[in-house]
Antibody, heavy 125, light 106 residues
Framework: EVQLVQSGAEVKKPGESLKISCKGSGYSFTSYWIGWVRQMPGKGLEWMGI????????RYSPSFQGQVTISADKSISTAYLQWSSLKASDTAMYYC??????????????????WGQGTLVTVSS | EIVMTQSPATLSVSPGERATLSCRAS??????LAWYQQKPGQAPRLLIY???TRATGIPARFSGSGSGTEFTLTISSLQSEDFAVYYC????????FGQGTKVEIK
């Protein structure tokens, strides 16, 4: 069974750093892109970026380039999302999601077939 | 960037009725379009990919259609568990979600 299990909720102060995680199991972690989606309180879904753990190829949405860092440790099948200096506006739910593979994908991307349970990040002084 | 526009923002439907949700892309995304359902406090769930293929375990009352720039998600007979927010997402050129349609009980 494919599972993505995310780390727990975090409460941080502005300016602090943070790294949250997403552990994959039940599939070949190095063979699928995995990404991060932000959902601000009461708002919609936004793609932040994706990583291919097999070779660490990483791509960011323009809105998030330079604002966060996405990484992966394939030895423990875990993807990460990190901030060096949090802002109050980073308060949101963050989901990891696996991108599918196969004939219904485009040449550059794919739908997300499995999702983590979400990590709530609260940034407040 | 491809902009995805969903309509309506909110759809009020009675249980057992049909719901039709629309999604428009600012440029062609071919059939590289997915639909997701999100209930309060839950992660999104994949419903449809390739514009019209149901994901594993998705009931037949959910159907998707369209290609290019115009797409539709139809729920043929709404059940109580279908009241949720629905998002379309293109994956033809990067990844972009629509802003969502909330399906609420009338």
């Amino acid at each position: 069974e494919v599972q993505l299990v995310q780390s727990g909720a975090e409460v941080k102060k502005p300016g602090e750093s943070l790294k949250i995680s997403c552990k994959g199991s039940g599939y070949s972690f190095t063979s699928y892109w995995i990404g991060w989606v932000r959902q601000m309180p009461g708002k919609g879904l936004e793609w932040m970026g994706i990583i291919y753990p097999g070779d660490s190829d990483t791509r960011y949405s323009p809105s998030f380039q330079g604002q966060v860092t996405i990484s992966a440790d394939k030895s423990i099948s875990t993807a990460y999302l990190q901030w060096s200096s949090l802002k109050a506006s980073d308060t949101a739910m963050y989901y990891c999601a696996r991108l599918g593979r196969g004939g219904y994908c485009s040449s550059t991307s794919c739908y997300s077939d499995y999702w983590g349970q979400g990590t709530l990040v609260t940034v407040s002084s | 960037e491809i902009v995805m526009t969903q309509s309506p923002a909110t759809l009020s439907v009675s249980p057992g009725e049909r719901a039709t949700l629309s999604c428009r892309a600012s440029q062609s995304v071919s059939s590289n379009l997915a639909w997701y359902q999100q209930k309060p406090g839950q992660a999104p769930r994949l419903l449809i990919y390739g514009a019209s293929t149901r994901a594993t375990g998705i009931p037949a009352r959910f159907s998707g259609s369209g290609s290019g720039t115009e797409f539709t998600l139809t729920i043929s007979s709404l059940q109580s568990e279908d009241f949720a927010v629905y998002y379309c997402q293109q994956y033809n050129n990067w990844l972009n979600f629509g802003q969502g349609t909330k399906v609420e009980i009338k």
